[in-house]
Structures are given as C-alpha cells and as structure tokens.
Nanobody, 120 residues
Framework: QVQLVESGGGLVQAGGSLRLSCAAS????????MGWYRQAPGKQRELVAR???????EYADSAKGRFTISRDNAKNTVYLQMNSLKPEDTGVYYC??????????????WGQGTQVTVSS
C-alpha cells in the first residue's frame, strides 16, 4: 500500500503562485508515475500534470507554460509549482500514484485532496 499526503493548497489572488507537495510512503514501487489531477465544482476530475520515475512529464494544455511538475525520488515526493494562477485553476487538487506491473496489474492510489482557490 502507498500512502499519499498532500500539502500546499490555499487561497491566492489571480496571478499569484502556489506550490503543492505530495509525499508517498509505504510500498513506493519503482517505475511509477505520480501526478496531479484537479476537480472543479460540478466537473469531472482531470489531469493537470504527471511525471514518471525517469523524469518524463506530461501537462494539460491549460497548465503548459504556467505549471511545473517535479519529483524527488529520494524523498518519494512530487511537487507542482503553479504560477500565474487563474480563477479557472480553482478546484480540489488530488495527488495520484500509479504503477503498472509486468503482468499488467494496475495499482492506482489517490491522496485526500487539497483545495486551491484563486480569486479574481
């Protein structure tokens, strides 16, 4: 089992910055993917950014150029630096840990979520 603890959410004015952190503990399998998803009120959860253990990253179009995802493998921690925040970035941000094993078994785990509110 992998436990995920998120931190760093809060209230910020448009144009401001926030840094989210997600620390993984427990059975932190190698070759995993960690990412951040956002769920706005009344909407489905959507990918914001993710990073695999080798460092390759993927961003939603809305995050490109403003957000940066990074990870510290030694600390089993993933970060999301969010700059130039917009009101539409508001939502609950969830950390995700995913591992696909050689037999195609999927292990997928979520954090409890952290609220990000961007005021206009």
């Amino acid at each position: 089992q992998v436990q995920l603890v998120e931190s760093g959410g809060g209230l910020v004015q448009a144009g401001g910055s926030l840094r989210l952190s997600c620390a993984a503990s427990g059975s932190t399998f190698s070759g995993n993917t960690m990412g951040w998803y956002r769920q706005a009120p009344g909407k489905q959860r959507e990918l914001v950014a993710r990073i695999i253990s080798g460092g390759r990253t993927e961003y939603a179009d809305s995050a490109k150029g403003r957000f940066t995802i990074s990870r510290d493998n030694a600390k089993n921690t993933v970060y999301l630096q969010m700059n130039s925040l917009k009101p539409e970035d508001t939502g609950v941000y969830y950390c995700n840990f995913r591992k696909i094993f050689s037999d195609s078994t999927l292990y997928d785990n979520w954090g409890q979520g952290t609220q990000v509110t961007v005021s206009s």
